[in-house]
């Protein structure tokens, strides 16, 4: 490789992974615990969704609700969790004038924060239901839980809230897929970068030479041997979170601006339209058998949305939408639109055996992305990958430290680099204590929603952040934290049994997997780093930064003050 493009891949390589490194550091770590979203849900609660498979019952929803309601005339929408353990029920309000008149509400409340965005009127509902425990968990903020959190941290779903104003795309949103896609420009130009050298330094690890050998050495390993599922995680990921920017000139060009028409082409939007009849309907409709039928017709699917329009009214309609289990169909999706009144079937498409190509593409991405298709073991891969690519970000961070906490560098670039390090480093190796601790709260704390997970998480985050950037030493930094690691990550399993008496060998003996799976995972994790930290304290070499800078200053200039009178006695 010349010269000219080795310089262009580098720089590319370092300034865009520079940019982007505390982001994509947050977006793996919190992607990495999304795998296992449910088990996190299921150990929160205290609820094994493997051990009880919840039973899907829709009718008992809908009479609650017309405890409280009057149902005529509204749409009802069941949005599936991905495990069938609870549906986010919808409920507008009526297209009968005569039972309810909508109010409109001020532009400033017209778009609520988080999933609550539903509904939008005084007369509509939205909440969690949850099929395990046959009740209602509350609204979306109620019913919040670690896994929510975690999964949607990970692609910075939060800063929605924190920055509300209105670009014309979620900010949170739109700085994870900027980060996405600066990730593959790093990718691709590391890979470049490294080609000529993959071969022969493939296998080569020196962790008994200096600091930045061994960064190096772990950086370049790591970062090839997990390429190709970084790769597929940033091209699905700039797929799945910028979409809509993507897609936008393709609503201008070929759908006159109306974006409906295209996301409806592309399966996301269903058209359920149905014109009200003022004509209650006589017959009663019993939702469930409307699922059970389906169900057995459609083997090997699971449900994702069933919808009702125009509730007891001659016009009534009811959609089911279903995927096929990987297992059954790597791509397909399904769909039942029926006229309650008559019977008749609108429109069908059986999700195993009536694929097209948009299902394909949209399978292919999906199920890349959340590693859904090959069943727990391949999340654990999945979840080792995730925290591999965490490792090439802290390596990559030092390395372009070190390569520049040099004496001849000036002294305001030493510190703007070591501070910018500093930062960057405090905050993700955080990470993993504020986690394991947070979990450790959610078992203590007497009320447990939507503010208290992020006052918990946030605040703790803040605060042992700021207590590392101002300690202002590295070697001291990674030992705390491993440290704290190793102790909260074994209070997780032990804050579990003794708030709910749920220990690692009853849930294995109850056949709870799920619960257990996340104790012995922070058991495993709590394993992981006393090792490492056994290892640093007893292998450790020092490192030293912007320590000797006044000494090596006051060298240099001791010699030159020598040089300068040797060469005026030379010259007497």
């Known amino acids: 490789m ?53 039973v899907q019952k829709f009718n008992p929803v809908i009479d609650s609700l017309a405890d409280k309601h009057n149902l005529q005339g509204r749409n009802l929408d069941f949005y599936m969790q991905r495990q069938g353990q609870g549906a986010y029920v919808s409920m507008s309000a009526s297209a009968d004038t005569t039972i309810t008149k909508p109010k409109p509400k001020p532009k400033k409340e017209e778009k609520r924060r988080g999933r609550g965005r539903r509904g939008g009127d005084d007369d509509s509902a939205y909440f ?144 359920m339209t149905a014109e009200y009849t003022y004509k209650p309907m006589q017959a009663g409709f019993d939702l469930d058998a409307f699922v059970t039928k389906w169900k057995k017709e459609w083997k090997g699917s699971e449900i994702t949305r069933v919808s009702v329009r125009n ?66 073991p391949l999340r654990i891969v999945f979840f080792i990958l995730g925290l591999m690519g965490c490792v090439v970000i802290i390596s990559g961070i030092l390395i372009w430290f070190v390569a520049r906490d040099k004496v001849s560098t000036d002294a305001y670039k030493r510190k703007f680099n070591f501070w910018a390090s500093n930062v960057f480093l405090a905050t993700c190796l955080s990470m993993l204590p504020v986690t394991a601790f947070t979990f450790i709260m959610l078992k203590t704390l007497p009320k447990v929603d939507q503010t208290a997970i992020y ?42 049994g003794i708030s709910t008496g749920l220990w690692m060998w009853t849930t294995w003996g109850q056949g709870a997997f799920d619960i257990f799976f996340i104790d012995a995972l922070f058991l495993a994790l709590s394993v992981c780093c006393a090792f490492a930290y056994r290892r640093v304290r007893l292998e450790a070499k020092p490192f030293k930064v912007l320590k000797n800078e006044k000494k090596e200053q006051t060298t240099f200039k001791t010699q030159s003050l020598k040089v300068n009178v040797n060469f005026k006695s030379y010259d007497n």
């Open 2 to 54: 010349d010269l000219r493009k080795y310089n262009i891949y580098f720089h590319t390589h370092t300034i865009s992974g520079i940019f982007i490194a505390a982001i994509l550091y947050v977006i793996f770590f919190a992607g990495s615990f999304a795998f296992f979203k449910d088990d996190i849900s299921a150990w929160q609660k205290g609820t094994s969704i493997v051990a009880r498979k919840p």
């Open 128 to 271: 969690l239901y949850s099929f395990t425990d046959n009740k209602a968990a509350g609204e979306y903020a109620n019913a919040y839980d670690m896994g929510e959190f975690l999964y949607r941290l990970h692609f910075l779903a939060q800063l929605n809230q924190v920055f509300p104003f209105n670009i014309g795309t979620p900010i949170g949103y739109l700085i994870a897929g900027i980060v996405s896609f600066l990730f593959l420009f790093a990718l691709i130009t590391g890979l470049l970068l490294h080609w000529d050298k993959i071969k022969s330094n493939f296998f080569v690890f020196r962790p008994l030479s200096k600091w930045k050998t061994v960064w190096t050495d772990m950086h370049t390993a790591l970062g090839v041997i997990g390429f190709p599922f970084q790769l597929v995680f940033a091209v699905t990921g700039v797929v799945l979170i910028v979409n809509y920017v993507i897609l936008s000139p393709f609503a201008s060009l070929l759908y006159e601006g109306n974006s409906d028409k295209l996301y409806e082409s592309l399966q996301y939007n269903r058209n």
């Open 311 to 376: 509730y007891m009214d001659e016009s009534m309609q009811a959609t089911l939408e279903s995927k096929p289990n990987p297992q059954a169909a790597f791509a397909g999706s399904g769909l039942v639109q029926m006229e309650v009144i008559s019977g008749k079937i609108l429109a069908k498409k059986s999700p195993t055996t009536d694929g097209n190509y948009i299902d394909t593409v949209k399978s292919l991405v999906f199920h890349l992305h959340f590693g859904d298709f090959g069943g727990k």
């Open 455 to 496: 006052h918990t998480y946030f605040y703790s985050w803040l605060i042992l952040s700021v207590y590392f950037i101002i300690r202002r030493d590295f070697p001291l930094m990674n030992r705390q934290t491993l440290l704290l690691s190793i102790v909260l990550c074994l209070g997780v399993p032990i804050a579990n």
